[in-house]
């Protein structure tokens, strides 16, 4: 490692660093490029995503597992949706928003286990949300068939507007279980 550069330095190198690119970057790849370790990184990352949510700026950092982009706010996006002349009229439907929330907490889950939950197939659901590139592939599971496991891409986030998977609100799947066999059907998993 190269001789440690102050923090304030490092913040700009970092912000520029994501600024340029055009997707996910790697904690590694930063630390790699910027001479310093992953720690370092992760610290100084935090210190940013501090200051983009107390300063009230229009960047947020988005992170996916070990990596991380910049992007706009959410708060703004009605703004820039409108300087960029975007079409904001796509929507799901209830059966791509249902499915796409099974994924969003079960996954990896396979297409027969997201059949199993909403008691339908749900193929065209599944190439619609991956044409649509809010889900992907993450491999295959070792049983009869090798189904394919399915789970939530960084363009999810960005779709609603959320940093992780951990801002998903919290589900008692245990207690909504019990709702729908107490009610005898289906309509409590559809809210």
């Given at each position: 490692m190269t001789e440690k550069p102050d923090q304030e330095n490092l913040s700009a190198r970092i912000e520029g660093l994501l600024f340029v690119s055009s997707g996910l970057v790697s904690l590694s790849q930063l630390a790699k490029v910027l001479g310093v370790s992953e720690n370092v990184v992760a610290s100084t990352l935090n210190d940013l995503d501090a200051h983009y949510k107390s300063a009230g700026r229009g960047?947020?950092?988005?992170?996916?597992?070990?990596?991380v982009q910049l992007t706009t706010a959410p708060e703004i996006s009605d703004t820039i949706e409108k300087f960029l002349d975007?079409?904001?009229t796509t929507t799901l439907s209830q059966a791509a928003l249902e499915t796409l929330a099974i994924i969003a907490y079960k996954q990896p889950i396979t297409r027969p286990e997201v059949d199993v939950i909403r008691g339908v197939n749900s193929d065209a659901v599944l190439r619609t949300l991956l044409s649509k590139g809010l889900i992907e592939e993450l491999g295959r599971a070792d049983t009869p068939g090798r189904p394919i496991y399915y789970g939530t891409t960084p363009e999810f986030l960005q779709y609603f507007g959320l940093e992780s998977l951990d801002e998903l609100p919290f589900i008692d799947f245990d207690a909504l279980e019990e709702l729908h066999e107490e009610n005898g059907d289906r309509e409590i998993l559809k809210t």
């Open positions: 960047l947020r950092l988005m992170r996916v597992k070990s990596r975007l079409d904001t």
